[in-house]
């Protein structure tokens, strides 16, 4: 189990483009058509199962929201900044 992240730990370690929204790191990627983000879902889930931590994802029109908390743990851990670190490598 990993261990819950302090404030100042989450403000250190957010990843650049992420916001913190209570117990939940998130993120909006934009895309230039609907189809890109349902790839970058499909892409994203993947990894997600990979490492068996499973965010909450919300595909809209030319967005995709990423939601991601440690349920586990109740609240932000390292293995969300590590997931949201993955993510953002296959948007760039």
Not at 9 to 37: H, K, S
Not at 45 to 73: C, K, N, S, Y
């Amino acid at each position: 189990m990993a261990d819950l992240l302090s404030d100042d730990e989450i403000a250190a370690q957010l990843p650049d483009e992420w916001e913190r929204d209570g117990d939940e790191i998130t993120r909006t990627y934009e895309f230039d058509a609907y189809l890109d983000g349902v790839g970058f879902a499909a892409a994203a889930g993947g990894l997600a199962q990979e490492a068996f931590h499973h965010p909450e994802m919300t595909i809209g029109w030319r967005e995709v929201e990423v939601r991601l908390t440690t349920h586990d743990e109740g609240g932000i851990t390292g293995n969300d900044v590590d997931l949201a670190e993955r993510f953002d490598e296959i948007y760039d």
